[in-house]
Nanobody
């Protein structure tokens, strides 16, 4: 079974940056589409971005998702953070041979346990 472990969360000041990592074990990520999501207290899980199995990176505003299949790891670079970005951040995976991805939680099969990101001065 694929296991995903997020890391890199923590406390950051407004305007700062963080890079989250999602390390996979059990299977190679070569055939997986990957997504990053977040969930703030009292809110629904929100899709941030996703990356298809053949893409190297994908930029969406202040967020860049990238992957290094040699390290079986996916990253989320977050810039210009605001308090509204405070949430638990999750990575997710789905086997996909069509080289696509969808930033919708129900599309993914495997999830990490999440890492807390707090943006505060």
């Amino acid at each position: 079974q694929l296991q995903l472990v997020e890391s890199g969360g923590g406390l950051v000041q407004p305007g700062g940056s963080l890079r989250l990592s999602c390390a996979a074990s059990g299977f190679t990520l070569d055939y997986y589409a990957m997504g990053w999501f977040r969930q703030a207290p009292g809110k629904e899980r929100e899709g941030i971005s996703c990356i298809s199995r053949r893409a190297d990176s994908s930029v969406k505003g202040r967020f860049t998702i990238s992957r290094d299949n040699t390290k079986n790891t996916v990253y989320l670079q977050m810039n210009s953070l605001t308090p509204e970005d405070t949430a638990v951040y999750y990575c997710a995976a789905r086997v996909d041979f069509s080289d696509t991805c969808i930033p919708r939680a129900s599309w993914y099969d495997d999830w990490g346990q999440g890492t807390q990101v707090t943006v505060s001065s």
